[in-house]
């Protein structure tokens, strides 16, 4: 069908409902572009049916997914399988741009497009997961080489791409929403801080649940020597929902907790929490705690920036692209000593105030219109092939 001049309709496909970095982004795109006039519909795989973790102002659609069992490589590729049947239905077809999020909707488009039902299709590569599994590894490749167009969120990858692949990415970015996230406190803010058992603090955050690349058993060891310091410090670990198997690593935080000496509620695990109360959680915390060793973007840190929380952050890249010398507190991520260190500085003045103002600052230039028109002129391109 024609965009025309009531905009393009945009087929945004990502891997799951659930609030990881990559759905996060993938609606806050779609409503950025229905702002701009354009028609986004963001799709996902919905094996529960409860649809997506927040609601939106772009259109949604839960696409049926079947019962998977057995390993990760297996859930892969039934929800694979899935979208190729959602898009079979040429009623499901009807848009001018095919856009994935992610390595599943990414074979799915390059699948539909092997059988002549799509033309062409567009990939977001937020980051490339360093997989143990050579045929999750092979998947992966395949919704990178397939895609006849490439976007990235931070120059690391573009570069990355360039280099492994040979293929050019557009730096797309991310954003923040600023009005949401803000450091007003809501009566919502005591009422999280008494569900979830916080006390005066300082309280650390980390977002992403236990996993690898967030770097969990880091941020442990370098909360124990914080608590050393500051004996009513809580660590909060918030998130967590996952399509990977993050079962062993779990297994030695778990081990690495129980010998950490700590009271049973100085570290508290929340699982994912709802959409409503991530504002309220970012204004409880003293410190972000964002020591990844590999990241895509790092929506949290602009999240915490303007929510008024400092945050302590690897100093790599991407990391480095955005953010300057005085904005956060950076840290060595392989030594849980310089996080450790880079918490208790952002906790102490004149250091934090300084870092506040700046974090404000810089969560101001990310807004996402500007991400959202980033991807017009790659759309408009394959669109005009539909239509040439």
Not at 74 to 83: G, H, K, L, N
Not at 299 to 320: D, K, N, R, W, Y
Request: charged content about 20%; overall charge neutral; proline content about 4%.
């Amino acid at each position: 069908m024609n965009g025309g001049a009531s905009g393009l309709r945009i087929a945004i496909l990502t891997h799951s409902t659930n609030p990881r970095g990559g759905v996060v982004h993938a609606l806050a795109l779609a409503d950025a572009l229905a702002e701009l006039g354009h028609r986004p519909v963001v799709h996902a795989p919905d094996p529960t049916g409860k649809g997506f973790f927040r609601r939106s102002i772009a259109l949604t659609r839960s696409v049926p997914a079947s019962p998977a069992s057995g390993n990760v490589v297996a859930m892969v590729e039934a929800r694979i399988a899935d979208y190729v049947r959602h898009f079979e239905d040429a009623a499901n077809r009807q848009f001018d741009v095919f856009h994935a999020q992610d390595g599943i909707s990414g074979n799915a488009l390059a699948t539909l497009k092997q059988r002549g039902l799509i033309q062409r299709c567009v990939r977001t590569v937020h980051h490339v997961d360093a997989f143990g599994d050579e045929r999750l590894c092979e998947l992966d490749r395949r919704s990178i080489v397939h895609a006849d167009g490439l976007f990235v969120v931070s120059r690391l990858w573009q570069e990355q791409l360039r280099a492994e692949m040979s293929r050019a990415a557009t730096l797309v970015g991310n954003g923040v929403d600023t009005a949401r996230y803000s450091p007003l406190s809501t009566a919502g803010d005591d009422a999280l801080r008494a569900r979830l058992g916080l006390r005066a603090g300082p309280i650390l955050l980390s977002i992403g649940g236990v996993e690898q690349r967030k770097n969990t058993l880091g941020i442990l060891d370098a909360f124990r020597q914080v608590y050393a310091v500051h004996r009513s410090a809580q660590l909060v670990i918030a998130g967590g929902a996952s399509l990977l198997d993050h079962g062993l690593y779990r297994q030695q935080f778990n081990a690495r907790l129980r010998d950490a000496g700590l009271p049973v509620d100085a570290v508290i695990e929340t699982g994912p929490l709802t959409d409503v109360d991530m504002p309220s959680l970012y204004r409880l915390a003293d410190v972000l705690l964002f020591p990844s060793l590999r990241e895509g973007f790092g929506l949290a840190v602009l999240e915490a920036m303007a929510s008024g929380v400092t945050a302590v952050v690897s100093h790599i890249a991407p990391f480095t692209e955005y953010l300057g010398p005085d904005d956060v507190a950076w840290c060595d991520p392989h030594h849980a000593g310089s996080i450790a260190d880079a918490a208790l500085s952002a906790l102490t003045a004149p250091l934090r105030s300084r870092l506040t103002a700046n974090g404000t600052r810089v969560a101001r230039r990310h807004d996402w219109s500007r991400t959202a028109m980033a991807h017009v002129a790659t759309y408009q391109a394959m669109r005009e092939v539909y239509y040439a």
